[in-house]
């Protein structure tokens, strides 16, 4: 299924951020929501290190979960 989504960073000090990542859709046939919350800090211009605190929601009576989860480089 695919999901739409919602991304939001924050830069809250110097070399450190929060992002907000939400992506989610719902269908008749079924539902699936993804929230991560992550903590980020740039560790140099070119490199940052990224904490991920992930919550999956599948409302589908099955216990099939896929999930991917890709590296998307941000830039401050």
């Known amino acids: ?8 960073q924050w ?3 110097t070399g450190w951020y929060g992002l907000l990542d939400i992506r989610g859709l719902a269908a008749p046939q ?4 993804d929230v991560a919350l992550k903590l ?6 070119n490199i ?6 992930p919550h999956l929601y599948n409302g589908v009576d099955n216990d099939v979960y896929t999930f ?4 998307r480089p941000y830039s401050g």
């Open 1 to 8: 299924m695919p999901v739409l989504p919602f991304v939001g």
């Open 11 to 13: 830069r809250f000090a």
């Open 30 to 33: 079924a539902r699936a929501i």
């Open 40 to 45: 980020g800090y740039d560790v140099t211009p």
């Open 48 to 53: 940052s290190s990224l904490m991920r605190l």
């Open 68 to 71: 991917h989860d890709s590296t």
